[in-house]
T-cell receptor, first 110, second 112 residues
């Protein structure tokens, strides 16, 4: 599993509430990513980071923000959750030319 | 139109059959091609990874890339029930932040 953990693994929240998902890696990889997975769409990139405090937007970044204050942690925040953000969220890291994924967080926004 | 297209299936075959999974893409600049396997309620697991064109074999799995046709394939020989999963193709550029673009995934079931 390339030393990637995600927390929480499951979360149910209400529309309009803030939500923060955490990704933690143990191997000091430079690149970290957040993807979401929805039926019919595969995985789509939300944001990524190429170092501490260095982040950039992906394909579906609207409504999401990220922060990386330490190499090992990459946080994804939904400032005001909406039902369209109900999804499974995966964190990933790049090691050499390969990308490895965490176990995922299943988020439901009611 | 999506940048990477993959038939979502579902695909159901008998045990022992040869399975062919395919993706097409539109961006000729893609150079790295991956296949991920994802079991239900798990994260994607890297199965095969190919740079540029050609074939790569690993046990029962063979990945093929045809850049002239913008077409990639994954073949599974002697398929087993344990191969039942969703298979996702992914690809990326040679430069940059290694951002992956995924197909929709194909759900595969191998029937004993």
């Amino acid at each position: 599993d390339a030393g990637i953990t995600q927390s929480p693994r499951h979360k149910v929240t209400e529309t309009g509430t803030p939500v923060t998902l955490r990704c933690h890696q143990t191997e000091n990889h430079r690149y970290m990513y957040w993807y979401r997975q929805d039926p019919g769409h595969g995985l789509r990139l939300i944001h990524y980071s190429y170092g501490v405090k260095d982040t950039d937007k992906g394909e579906v970044s609207d409504g999401y923000s990220v922060s990386r204050s330490k190499t090992e942690d990459f946080l994804l925040t939904l400032e005001s959750a909406t039902s369209s953000q109900t999804s499974v969220y995966f964190c990933a890291i790049s090691a050499q030319d390969e990308q490895f994924f965490g176990p995922g967080t299943r988020l439901t926004v009611l | 139109q999506k940048e990477v297209e993959q038939d979502p299936g579902p695909l159901s075959v008998p045990e022992g059959a040869i399975v062919s999974l395919n993706c097409t893409y539109s961006n000729s600049a893609f150079q790295y091609f991956m296949w991920y396997r994802q079991y239900s309620r798990k994260g994607p697991e890297l199965l095969m990874y190919t740079y540029s064109s050609g074939n790569k074999e690993d046990g029962r799995f063979t990945a093929q890339v045809d850049k002239s046709s913008k077409y990639i394939s994954l073949f599974i020989r002697d398929s087993q029930p344990s191969d039942s999963a969703t298979y996702l193709c992914a690809m990326r550029l040679i430069q940059g932040a290694q951002k992956l673009v995924f197909g929709q995934g194909t759900r595969l079931t191998i029937n004993p």
